[in-house]
């Protein structure tokens, strides 16, 4: 497994300011992910970030709103840009170590963002 | 396109007793992996348990076991001698061999009653 921090773990922010979120790893890792999990639903992929390059986005993201980087093997961040109330979700950044071990993805605590 | 299925938005059972989590899916892959997470107040999603589907062999982790059945897409979890720190969402999910990818399905919402 890997144990995955993220910063801030809330955060309550006004419409048309942006936010990075942090995502630290205690361990090289071959695969970084972005979530959202809207109030009271299920986790949506905003994109696979990658390292050396420009994320992948899923449909319905972009970079502009929802720029990535991934500097190294450990770290990775999430800006939402000029922010509205509909932005306001649990972001989870999560982790794959590898195909060798299976696939299963290790997840941050997740920070928790109001948009007023 | 792959899809993950919950029919069961609440469930409530009593402490030691045992409940079973239902989950289909769809996919036209035939290297692919199920996954159940258990997300709590505390809101870190914790792998509960894995199930490679070119294995025939259910998965079992201690309390916690699933039912694969691959020709129904079918994937539930047991939980057996339920105890009040199970109370959580639960989400079934699933991935894809090639990728990393994980599609999860809306959550249950299990409460474990004392």
Redesign the interface.
């Given at each position: 497994?890997a144990v995955i921090s993220q910063k801030p773990s809330r955060d309550i922010c006004q419409r048309g300011t942006s936010l990075t979120i942090q995502c630290q790893v205690d361990s090289q890792v071959?695969?970084m992910?972005w979530y959202r999990q809207q109030p009271g639903?299920?986790?949506?992929?905003i994109a696979?970030a990658n390292q050396g390059s420009e994320a992948t986005y899923e449909s319905g993201f972009v970079i502009d709103k929802f720029p990535i980087s991934r500097p190294n093997l450990t770290f990775s961040t999430l800006t939402v840009s000029n922010m509205s109330p509909e932005d306001s979700s649990?972001y989870?950044c999560?982790v794959?170590p590898g195909?060798l071990v299976?696939?299963?993805?290790?997840?941050g605590?997740?920070t928790?963002l109001t948009v007023t | 396109a792959q899809t993950v299925t919950q029919s069961q938005p609440e469930m409530s059972v009593q402490e030691a007793e045992t409940v079973t989590l239902s989950c289909t899916y769809d996919t036209s892959e035939n290297n692919y992996y199920l996954f159940w997470y258990k997300q709590p107040p505390s809101r870190q999603m914790i792998l509960v348990i894995r199930q490679e589907a070119y294995k025939q062999q259910n998965a079992t982790e201690n309390r916690f076991s699933v039912n694969f059945q691959k020709a129904a897409k079918s994937f539930s979890l047991k939980i057996s001698d339920s105890q009040l720190g199970d109370t959580a969402m639960y989400f079934c999910a699933l991935g894809q061999g090639g990728n990393e990818k994980l599609t999860f399905g809306t959550g249950t919402r299990l409460t474990i009653i004392p």
């Open positions: 497994s071959t695969m992910f639903q299920s986790l949506t992929l696979t649990i989870l999560s794959a195909r299976g696939h299963e993805q290790y997840f605590p997740g928790r | -």
